[in-house]
């Protein structure tokens, strides 16, 4: 089983910056994937970004250039650095992962909670 926690999310004015972070935890073999989705109010879960074991991101065009996703496999921790934040930004922001609790097992994947946030002036 796999508990992630999340933390960082507020509020912010726009322009402004939010660093989130999500911790891993479980008896786990290997985390390949890391990131974070978003949803808005009345709208679908959508992809912000994803970063691989070997560090190779992956990113919405939406916010290319002003997030950057990282991850550190010792603590199996991933954030997002976001910056010039916008009011559209404004959503609960979900970490995901995908694992494999075997090295010859398929991969699983896992939610987060959720954090809150908000841009708003």
């Known amino acids: 089983q796999v508990t992630l926690v999340e933390s960082g999310g507020g509020l912010v004015q726009p322009g402004g910056s939010l660093r989130l972070s999500c911790a891993a935890s479980g008896n786990i073999f290997n985390i390949d994937v890391m990131g974070w989705y978003r949803q808005a109010p009345g709208k679908s879960r959508e992809l912000v970004a994803t970063?691989?074991?070997?560090?190779?991101?992956n990113y919405a065009d939406s916010i290319k250039g002003r997030f950057t996703v990282s991850r550190d496999n010792a603590v199996a921790t991933a954030y997002l650095q976001m910056t010039s934040l916008k009011p559209e930004d404004t959503a609960v922001y979900f970490c995901?992962?995908?694992?494999?609790?075997?090295?010859?097992?398929?991969?699983?994947?896992?939610w987060g909670q959720g954090t809150q946030v908000t841009v708003s002036s």
């Open positions: 995901y992962v995908e694992y494999r609790l075997l090295w010859s097992s398929p991969r699983a994947n896992s």
């Open positions: 970063i691989a074991q070997g560090g190779i991101p």
